[in-house]
């Protein structure tokens, strides 16, 4: 099974950015959707962003125009680009891939959005 493992979460001010990125122990290329999820305390977990391998990309409502999602096939990694966050955004975020018979997810990166 592919491992996953995500990186670049922290603490950021209101209206500030942060990049995630989630590094593959194999090839990507064979995942059909790669996907972040996040989930805050005492919520369930939610999609955020989704993406296929051929590059089509989906969004949670809330964060469009916001965040972006993008996949590097050759890096074997996919990143979350966050822009304008809001202390609504704090979560544990999580990567996903899913394809047939594989549905592996990361350990969570934490993103914290205050002053």
């Known amino acids: 099974q592919v491992q996953l493992v995500e990186s670049g979460g922290g603490l950021v001010q209101p209206g500030g950015s942060l990049r995630l990125s989630c590094a593959a122990s194999?090839?990507?290329?064979?995942?059909?959707?790669m996907g972040w999820y996040r989930q805050a305390p005492g919520k369930q977990r939610e999609l955020v962003a989704a993406i296929t391998l051929g590059g089509t990309a989906n969004y949670k409502d809330s964060v469009k125009g916001r965040f972006t999602i993008s996949r590097s096939n050759a890096k074997n990694t996919v990143y979350l680009q966050m822009n304008s966050l809001n202390p609504e955004d704090t979560a544990v975020y999580y990567c996903?891939?899913?394809?047939?018979?594989?549905?592996?997810w990361g350990q969570g990166t934490q993103v914290t959005v205050s002053s």
């Open positions: 194999k090839s990507i290329f064979s995942a059909n959707v």
């Open positions: 996903n891939a899913v394809s047939v018979g594989v549905n592996a």
